[in-house]
């Protein structure tokens, strides 16, 4: 099983930048697919970006040209670099991976953006 810990929310004004880390720790079988949701208040979970084993992005529409999604394969980590925030990027975010069909979740890190 792969735990999956975030790290960096918090509150930012509109126009500012934040990184998101998430650290997976485990039984690790090679590179897995990984990726970043949220879910604002009464909406539902969203993707962001994900970055599959090749390292191959995608992004949501809203965000592109502004996050960026970056791993670290000897360290088992990826990151979500946010610039350009804006109030409607407030949510809870959440790490995952794929562990080979299983889904794995973090607890989720807030971020709160100000106007």
């Known amino acids: 099983q792969v735990q999956l810990v975030e790290s960096g929310g918090g509150l930012v004004q509109a126009g500012g930048s934040l990184r998101l880390s998430c650290a997976a720790s485990?039984?690790?079988?090679?590179?897995?697919?990984m990726a970043w949701f949220r879910q604002a208040p009464g909406k539902e979970r969203e993707l962001v970006a994900r970055i599959d084993r090749g390292g191959t992005t995608n992004y949501a529409d809203s965000v592109k040209g502004r996050f960026t999604i970056v791993r670290d394969n000897a360290k088992a980590m990826v990151a979500l670099q946010m610039t350009g925030l804006r109030p409607d990027d407030t949510a809870v975010y959440y790490c995952y991976a794929n562990d080979y069909g299983a889904s794995c979740w973090g607890q989720g890190t807030q971020v709160t953006v100000s106007s």
């Open positions: 485990g039984v690790i079988s090679g590179i897995l697919p």
